[in-house]
């Protein structure tokens, strides 16, 4: 059995002071750094949106953070700008260890936006990752990191329909927690199979 643990979004714009802050973000830096010697392989991924990308309510006329509207491929939350290439709130928490094996980059595509670290929003563009895992001989996956109920949610449902047998370690995560959204998570990823851990 070989066991990865997946940093989701550890970055500056999703901690405390960021432009999209989960509260008690920056929390989980120490816990998930205290995981990682655990487990086989280590694994973080880094929303990294061009300016201007598609998820930003700046992008449409009219519209505020947090609104939804109907992008080709579905429903979608727009977002206050966030985690922009090359920026600040882009980056890594300071404070997170570096020694990774790979760095994941999603949400790069000007239309389309990318929670899943397997798949973007369109349910069908695959990032490489699963290939990457199954290549190496992963079988199992511990998930951690920003936010719980968009980012690690849509991780842990994707990984759990390719087969992966999926731990979600909710120490340490956090959530943005929108309209009922962690409830919904929890919802379903425990009927997907994705094992909750506190
Ligand atoms: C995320 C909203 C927009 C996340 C990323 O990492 O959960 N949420 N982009
Ligand atoms: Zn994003």
Redesign the pocket.
């Known amino acids: 059995m070989t066991h990865a643990l997946i940093v ?2 550890v970055q500056n714009d ?1 901690c405390p002071g960021g432009a ?1 802050a989960v509260p008690g973000g920056d929390a989980v830096v120490p816990v998930i750094n205290g995981m990682m010697d655990r487990f086989d392989a280590v694994i973080l991924t880094q ?1 990294w949106h061009p300016a201007g990308h598609s ?1 930003f309510a700046s992008s449409h006329a009219g519209a505020s953070p947090y609104d939804m509207i109907d992008m080709p491929y579905g429903p979608q939350v727009l ?1 206050p700008d ?2 922009v290439q090359g920026t600040d709130g882009a980056a890594f928490h300071r404070g997170l260890r570096a020694d990774g094996d790979l760095i994941l980059r999603k ?1 790069f595509r000007p239309d389309i ?1 990318s ?1 899943s670290a397997f798949f973007e929003n369109d349910r069908t563009t695959a990032t490489g990752l699963d290939g990457y895992l199954r290549t190496r001989g992963i079988s199992d996956l511990t998930l951690v990191g ?2 719980t109920d ?3 949610r849509y991780s842990a449902v994707d990984a759990a329909k390719l087969g992966f047998a999926v731990t979600v370690d909710l120490a340490a995560c956090r959530a ?1 927690d929108l309209d009922g959204s962690l409830t919904d998570a929890v919802a379903e990823m425990t009927s997907s199979g994705v094992r909750l851990l506190d």
């Open positions: 989701i979004d999703f999209l929303d998820s977002w966030h985690c949400g936006d929670y920003l936010a968009f980012c690690v943005i």
